[in-house]
C-alpha cells in the first residue's frame, strides 16, 4: 500500500525550466533513497538523479549536473528535481521511485517502487 505520484511535468522552450515532486505516500519509514529517471524516446531508462531522505546526501548524473537540483521538503515525504536550462534531450517521461535500505545509487535495478511517471517536452 505504498503510492508515489509524480507531477510537474509539461512542455518549455529550450533554456527554460522546470520542477519535479514526487509525493511518497504509505511508507512506515521516512529514511529511504529516492532517484529521478528518466527515459527518452527510443531509449534506455536512465538514473539522473537520486536523495538520501535521511543523510541528504546526493548524486547526479554528468549529464545533469549543475542544470538539476533535488531537494527534499522539509516536512512533508515530498521530494524536488528542479531543472534549469533545459535542452531538447532532455525530453524524455520521468519518474520517481524508491529504494528501502542498502545502496543509494542511480541504478533502477535496485528500486523496488516506481510511480506512473511524467512527460518533460523541450523544444
Known amino acids: 500500500h505504498v503510492q508515489l505520484v509524480e507531477s510537474g511535468g509539461g512542455s518549455v522552450q529550450a533554456g527554460g525550466s522546470l520542477r519535479l515532486s514526487c509525493a511518497a505516500r504509505?511508507?512506515?519509514?521516512?529514511?529511504?533513497?529516492m532517484g529521478w529517471f528518466r527515459r527518452p524516446p527510443g531509449k534506455e531508462r536512465e538514473g539522473i538523479a537520486r536523495?538520501?531522505?535521511?543523510?541528504?546526501?546526493?548524486h547526479y548524473a554528468d549529464s545533469v549536473k549543475g542544470r538539476f537540483t533535488i531537494t527534499r521538503h522539509n516536512l512533508q515525504n515530498i521530494v524536488y528535481l528542479q531543472m534549469d536550462n533545459l535542452k531538447p534531450e532532455d525530453t524524455a517521461m520521468y519518474y520517481c521511485?524508491?529504494?528501502?535500505?542498502?545502496?543509494?545509487?542511480?541504478?533502477?535495478?535496485?528500486?523496488?517502487?516506481w510511480g506512473q511517471g511524467t512527460q518533460v517536452t523541450v523544444s
Open positions: 521511485a524508491v529504494r528501502v535500505g542498502g545502496l543509494c545509487d542511480l541504478n533502477p535495478l535496485w528500486y523496488h517502487d
Open positions: 536523495i538520501h531522505t535521511g543523510n541528504l546526501s546526493t
Open positions: 504509505g511508507y512506515t519509514d521516512d529514511t529511504y533513497c
